[in-house]
């Protein structure tokens, strides 16, 4: 299995203000014939499914608000909100499917 | 609109097993490279794929879990149904089925979930 350790499990983030949070993998879920990262980010807001934001690592979904994005590469990988709005409290998880689907332990975003 | 419903028993006894099934429209499970798979999560934790089913009714377990768990299809009804057998307090969690994006075992349509309880 390859496992996707998130990091912080939690943080608080003013208004505005940019949060990040870090995605590492056991293993590179790079492959090369396409030069991909099949990585992908959630948003899990209370009491709701989670929501696709980010696939490819930094291909946003159609609908999600460009403060969203994504880097990285290998098994290191990002996603940061430039400016954070009330609305973006949630967890967010980080997902490989560059085999059998795993999913990171996620981290709370809340509001300092 | 793409829709996904999730149903089965809220309560569960230890050694049982659990019957859950997907009832899903707006698109086909005969169109080709259409996939619907079954996620979990236990209370305040995190997610964890258990299988997935695709149009040519090939189908994908999660290998720590897969003696336990059976993934079949009822086409005509635009149903998903998930069996996971010998039932533990440690599978109480949030049961959702989701439809693929694209290609990759990657999630674009979730149900609401359905809470399952293990409990004598």
């Known amino acids: 299995d390859i496992v996707l350790t998130q990091s912080p499990d939690s943080l608080a983030v003013s208004l505005g203000e940019r949060a990040t949070i870090k995605c590492r993998s056991s293993q590179s879920v790079l492959y090369s014939i396409n030069n991909k990262s099949y990585l992908a980010w959630y948003q899990q807001k209370p009491g709701q499914p989670p929501k696709l934001l980010i696939h490819?690592?930094?291909t946003r979904e159609s609908g999600v608000p460009d403060r969203f994005s994504g880097s990285g590469s290998g098994t290191d990988f990002t996603l940061s909100i430039s400016s954070l709005q009330a609305e973006d409290v949630a967890v967010y998880f980080c997902q490989q499917y560059y085999s059998a689907p795993t999913f990171g332990g996620g981290t709370k975003v809340e509001i300092k | 609109q793409i829709t996904l419903k999730e149903s089965g028993p809220t309560l569960v006894k230890p050694t049982e097993t659990l019957t859950l099934s997907c009832t899903f429209s707006g698109f086909s499970l005969s169109t080709h490279e259409e996939a619907v798979g079954w996620i979990r999560q236990p209370p305040g934790k995190a997610l964890e794929w258990l299988a997935v089913?695709?149009?040519?009714?090939?189908?994908g377990y999660n290998p720590s879990l897969e003696s336990r768990l059976t993934i079949k299809r009822a086409t005509s009804k635009n149903q998903v149904v998930l069996t996971m057998t010998n039932m533990d307090p440690v599978d109480t969690a949030t049961y959702y089925c989701?439809?693929?994006?694209?290609?990759?075992?990657?999630?674009?349509?979730w149900g609401q979930g359905t809470l399952v309880i293990v409990s004598s």
């Open positions: 089913i695709y149009s040519d009714d090939d189908k």
């Open positions: 490819w690592a930094s």
């Open positions: 989701a439809r693929r994006t694209g290609s990759y075992l990657l999630f674009g349509h």
